[in-house]
């Protein structure tokens, strides 16, 4: 519920409604404008409507958020959210923010050849997995700590923030700007709310069968903690289509902008799965009004330890950077 008070009125007022909300049990927001003074009450809807608020003397309406997720919601907050990431670069203000780098950090002369690689060509962030959430267990699972000291080391030598998945929340949190929540980790809600605990940028990641209001409701748990870093990443969905590894679902992002506030990230390297449809899938979320893209760079794919067949050649990725000119 968004309740919005009279002009003028006594702070005092303010905080005597904020209690009421929060003796029943329902979270107060406080929200102050330069003309008004907008407070909200988040929880069942029944114990918000027995407060009868429409009819305090210094309310001036009070409106009710449609959507089933609240704080992320932009009906609660019109204007974009812009993460931070890392001390220099933020993500969701002017810029196309692209990060790139390997699926998996394998060695230090790797992740050092693939940030030089990414750095020159233009990008923002560097990314790199040591903790691999793989379908397999017999698959490279990454090089866990280690590789986290790696990618912090190539991040700092080339003046890059990095962005690493969430293995280990208290290790990821010490080496790196952006936690990033894979596919298949998307409903851990415990591990969600932990992460409201931070302040770091979280990459929350799109489920691989999940809906756009699935999304919306998990970063709810995070920005509900007290998190308000979240960065919504849609990387391609399950769906019948054998030729690509996912289905991209690039009208996310328009109808994620509609309806809320957090930037959206696009990641056209698992969405597709393939290096070749890489580059047109990257100007496409572009062109629909994503706020980066993120993308599997590796200097040699042909080795690389996991997802060498979507990673790009360094020389595609300047062509990627030279055709994404216009918005970066
Ligand atoms: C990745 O970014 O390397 C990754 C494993 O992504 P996802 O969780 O989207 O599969
Ligand atoms: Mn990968």
């Known amino acids: 519920m968004i309740i919005v008070l009279k002009p003028g009125t006594d702070p005092k007022e303010a905080q005597a409604i904020l209690e009421q909300i929060e003796r029943l ?27 009868h608020l429409e009819s305090h003397p210094h309310v001036e309406s009070v409106t009710p958020i449609l959507a089933p997720y609240k704080l992320v919601s932009r009906e609660l907050h019109p204007h974009d ?10 993500f969701g203000g002017e810029r196309f923010i692209v990060i790139a780098g390997p699926c998996a950090v394998e060695s230090r002369e790797q992740m050092d050849q693939g940030a030089r690689a990414v750095k020159e060509a233009g990008a923002s962030a560097l990314r790199g997995g040591a903790f691999k959430p793989r379908t397999s267990p017999y698959a490279f699972q990454g090089l866990g700590e280690e590789g986290l000291e790696i990618l912090a080391q190539a991040g700092r030598a080339h003046g890059l923030p990095v962005v690493t998945d969430v293995g280990d929340v208290a290790a990821v949190e010490r080496h790196a700007d952006a936690l990033q ?12 709310q932990a992460l409201g605990h931070c302040r770091k940028a979280v990459i929350l990641k799109r489920g691989m069968a999940a809906t756009l209001n699935e999304l919306l409701l998990a970063a709810e748990y995070i920005v509900g903690e007290g998190n308000p870093n979240v960065i919504l990443c849609e990387r391609g969905i399950k769906t019948y289509e054998p030729a690509t590894r996912n289905t991209l679902d690039l009208s996310a992002v328009p109808y994620i902008k509609q309806k809320s506030h957090l930037p959206v990230l696009v990641d056209p390297s698992h969405g597709t799965g393939r290096r070749d449809l890489v580059e047109p899938m990257a100007c496409a979320a572009a062109a629909c009004g994503a706020d980066g893209i993120m993308v599997e760079v590796h200097p040699d794919p042909a080795l690389a330890l996991s997802d060498g067949e979507q990673s790009l050649y360094p020389d595609q990725f300047r062509a990627l950077m030279r055709r994404l000119k216009p918005f970066v």
């Open 25 to 51: 049990g329902l979270k107060p927001l406080f929200m102050p404008g330069t003309e008004r003074v907008v407070l909200g009450a988040l929880g069942d809807e029944r114990v918000i409507a027995s407060l």
């Open 181 to 192: 929540v894979g596919a298949r980790n998307m409903q851990n809600y415990r591990l969600l």
């Open 81 to 90: 959210t812009v993460v931070p990431l890392g001390d220099h670069t933020v």
